[in-house]
């Protein structure tokens, strides 16, 4: 069955770097867009970054923009997002979605498949 698992998620203080991964099965990984979306508390989830199905386009919302990237592995069926700088509201859950099409959608209803989070803390 379709499985989306994501890791790397921890406890790191203002100023540092995680890794955040996707490992993805039971569907063809290569031929679906990926996006990354979190969920602080009390908050609606949000977008945050996505990438199209040969990693050639990429979005990012505003307030990540110049310090994560999103990459991915079709090799390994796995996407990436690397955090950089991370900031005390960059705090909460951390969710990868997959998108049939190929394509790199903003909007959370374009996605057909999701994990079951990460949580990320920034402490200050």
């Known amino acids: 069955q379709v499985q989306l698992v994501e890791s790397g998620g921890g406890v790191v203080q203002a100023g540092g770097s995680l890794r955040l991964s996707c490992a993805a099965s039971g569907f063809t990984f290569r031929n679906y867009g990926m996006g990354w979306f979190r969920q602080a508390p009390g908050k609606e989830r949000e977008f945050v970054a996505a990438i199209s199905w040969s990693g050639g386009n990429t979005y990012y919302a505003d307030s990540v923009k110049g310090r994560f990237t999103i990459s991915r592995d079709n090799a390994k069926n796995t996407m990436y997002l690397r955090m950089n700088i991370l900031k005390s509201e960059d705090t909460a859950v951390y969710y990868c979605?997959?998108?049939?099409?190929?394509?790199?959608?903003?909007?959370?209803?374009?996605?057909?498949?999701w994990g079951q989070g990460t949580q990320v803390t920034v402490s200050s």
């Open positions: 979605a997959a998108e049939r099409y190929g394509n790199a959608p903003r909007q959370m209803g374009e996605y057909d498949y």
